[in-house]
């Protein structure tokens, strides 16, 4: 092969390993700027490939009144074919040291060179309670609903442990793989019809709060 063959395909395969080293290299700090800035959007992006990828229905920003001027959101909502999962986005910029049974977590947050330690309501216990209002409102049974607290993959949870049954806390990088361990459980699959319905009388109910608060 010629020298010149040979120093050609060098540099092309030198600047190719360049690239793929600057989109590693920039990917973290980038994605971490795009989830300050915005979160909820790189929430959707993760929320929706794994509803595309299990052809699951999604419905997001869910809005109920609950009288009282009250309203419940729930950011998504999931139709597997065996559970709807209540899916809760919560970014922390920081550290969580907490337990499943906690009413109160310690939040460490990050202000530039120091670190604030502030006590925050568990989001746990948060979507548990609308986990059992949709429950009621909508006639699900409960052990069809999985309540999940969505929160960023580069987020340090000191010993956390999900209970089984109970809400799940959940990095953005697993929830593909934590739907999937749910939707191989040995239990009976939703009626699709049946599925459809709700989501659908869900969707009516969400607009129908939307609209109301507009007016």
Request: glycine fraction near 6%.
């Given at each position: ?51 595309d ?137 939703f ?7 709700v ?8 607009e ?8």
């Amino acid at each position: 092969m010629p020298f010149e063959v040979k120093l050609t395909i060098f540099i092309v395969g030198a600047i190719f390993a360049l690239g793929l080293l600057g989109v590693w290299f920039f990917y973290t700090p980038l994605r971490k700027r795009k989830f300050r800035r915005n979160p909820k959007e790189v929430f959707y992006k993760d929320v929706r490939k794994v509803a595309d990828d299990g052809d699951y229905y999604l419905v997001n920003n869910v809005e109920f009144d609950m009288g009282n001027g009250n309203t419940i959101t729930i950011d998504h909502l999931l139709g597997g074919d065996k559970f709807l999962y209540v899916i809760m986005d919560h970014y922390f910029e920081g550290a969580i040291s907490a337990k499943a049974e906690d009413f109160y977590w310690v939040y460490y947050v990050k202000d530039h060179k120091t670190t604030l330690k502030k006590e925050i309501r568990s989001p746990i216990m948060e979507t548990k309670e609308i986990v059992q209002r949709l429950s009621m409102m909508s006639g699900l049974p409960i052990n069809f609903l999985v309540g999940i607290v969505l929160i960023n993959s580069d987020c340090f949870v000191s010993r956390y442990q999900n209970v089984d049954g109970e809400v799940q806390l959940v990095s953005a990088n697993r929830l593909g793989e934590v739907i999937t361990s749910y939707e191989n459980k040995e239990v009976e699959a939703f009626n699709t019809e049946d599925l459809h319905r709700v989501i659908h009388e869900i969707h009516d109910l969400s607009e129908k709060t939307k609209n109301a608060k507009s007016e």
